[in-house]
C-alpha cells in the first residue's frame, strides 16, 4: 500500500477544496486527504473488486487525483465526490473482475462467502436471506452506468449530487438509473426492495 509522506506542519482546520489548492504549492499537504479518504476508497473498491485489488487501487486513486490537483475546481463539487470519480472510473478499468466476482457469488452459499464486496452488503438489506444468488445475478445483468450509481449509494453512501459529480452526469440522470435498476432488482427479487426505499420510477 503506497504511503504519503507526513505533513511536518499540518494546517489549521481547512476544508478539502482548500487542501487541495494548497497542495499545488505545497505536495505535502495532500497527505491530509489521503489519511481522511483512504480506508472509504479502499472500502468501496474491495465491495467491487475484492481485497487483493484494493490496495493497489484505492492508492492509485490518490496518484491520480495528485496528478490532477491543478485541474480540480472547488465550483464543481466537493473532493470527495472527485475522489470517487477517479475510483469507478479505475474500476471501469477492471470490470471483468467485478463480473467473476458476481458470476462466482451467484454459486457460493451465502455462508462461504468469505471476502464481502458490494453485493454482500447490498444483499445484507434484504429481508429474505436466501436470494443473494439472484441478486448477484441482476447486479451482473444491469448496465455498467446502472450499476455504477446503484453501487456508489448502497456501498459508498453518496447523495445524488455527489454521485452526479463523480460521473459527470447530471443529477436527474442519477435519479433515473438509480429508480432503473431498483426496479429490476425488485422484479427480480420478487417485490422485495433491495435498498429499502421507495421512490418514484423514471426512466432515463
Known amino acids: 500500500m503506497t504511503?504519503?509522506?507526513?505533513?511536518?506542519?499540518?494546517?489549521?482546520?481547512?476544508?478539502?477544496?482548500?487542501?487541495?489548492?494548497?497542495?499545488?504549492r505545497f505536495p505535502d499537504r495532500f497527505a491530509v486527504l489521503y489519511d481522511c479518504y483512504f480506508p472509504e476508497i479502499y472500502r468501496y473498491v474491495a465491495g467491487r473488486l475484492g481485497t487483493q485489488a484494493a490496495d493497489d487501487l484505492a492508492a492509485e486513486t490518490f496518484l491520480v487525483a495528485f496528478r490532477k490537483r491543478e485541474s480540480f475546481d472547488r465550483a464543481r463539487g466537493q473532493v470527495r465526490a472527485w475522489l470517487y470519480g477517479i475510483a469507478t472510473n479505475l474500476v471501469a478499468q477492471h470490470r471483468r473482475s467485478e463480473t467473476r466476482r458476481l458470476q462466482a457469488l451467484q454459486r457460493t452459499p451465502v455462508e462461504r462467502v468469505t471476502d464481502p464486496g458490494h453485493e454482500d452488503l447490498v444483499a445484507q438489506r434484504l429481508t429474505a436471506a436466501g436470494v443473494q444468488g439472484r441478486l448477484a445475478s441482476e447486479l451482473a445483468a444491469l448496465s455498467e452506468a446502472d450499476r455504477d450509481v446503484l453501487i456508489l449509494t448502497a456501498l459508498a453512501g453518496l447523495g445524488y449530487e455527489e454521485i452526479a459529480q463523480a460521473l459527470d452526469i447530471p443529477p436527474g440522470t442519477v435519479g433515473s438509473r438509480l429508480n432503473r435498476a431498483r426496479r429490476k432488482l425488485r422484479g427480480a427479487l420478487g417485490g422485495v426492495n433491495p435498498m429499502h426505499e421507495d421512490s418514484g420510477d423514471a426512466d432515463g
Open 3 to 24: 504511503a504519503w509522506p507526513r505533513v511536518s506542519h499540518p494546517p489549521q482546520e481547512v476544508d478539502d477544496a482548500t487542501l487541495v489548492e494548497q497542495s499545488r
